[in-house]
């Protein structure tokens, strides 16, 4: 009797040069909500209840109060250029940009509002590296969000445009209550409830 060698996942190869967002969209089998940052396929571990809270939490309050020339969308990608397509959590993205059904990603031009939820395995992408991307790409504006004890703490900054770079410009951790970039009122207190 011969023993059969185990059985291991076959991970694609990175081409010389690395990924580019016609890979993203175009390899088969890829685990869902699979991202590319910096030619660099990066996958990402199983989602926690407090993420997924966070998320459901923020769309809801959000398409409350969204103008008419924006919708909001959870986890798309944002093509920024050939190597970079990160998925925010949530995104604000404008109405036309929308064309249909079948829409896996979005130009970052086309986005408003990037929001990163911070898990464990990502702290360093949604603190450094994706804001830097978001930044350099014009996007105006960025959230991310973190857990105090369960409860969500949310980190607001808007693009300064002549250095490509965010500045905070406030921390909401019961109500967030913002004029830009439209009206917004969501009571982050919510979460015990959901």
Known sequence: MTAEAPSHPTWPVPPE??????????????????????????????????????????????????????????EMAVVIDRKQGPEPDVSVVRTEAVTGPDVTSYRAADVLLAVEVMSPDSEKRDRERKPQLYAAAGIRHFWRVESDNGRPVVYVYELDTATRTYVPTGIYHDQLKLKHPFTIDIDLTEIDKL
């Not at 991202?35 to 926690?48: A, K, N, T």
């Open 17 to 74: 040069g690395g990924y580019t967002v016609d890979d993203l969209f175009n390899l088969p089998d890829l685990p869902p909500h699979t991202e590319l940052i910096d030619g660099s396929l990066v996958f990402v571990s199983p989602q926690r209840d407090f993420h997924s809270l966070v998320i459901d939490m923020l769309v809801h309050g959000l398409r409350r109060t969204v103008p008419e020339q924006y919708r909001v969308r959870r």
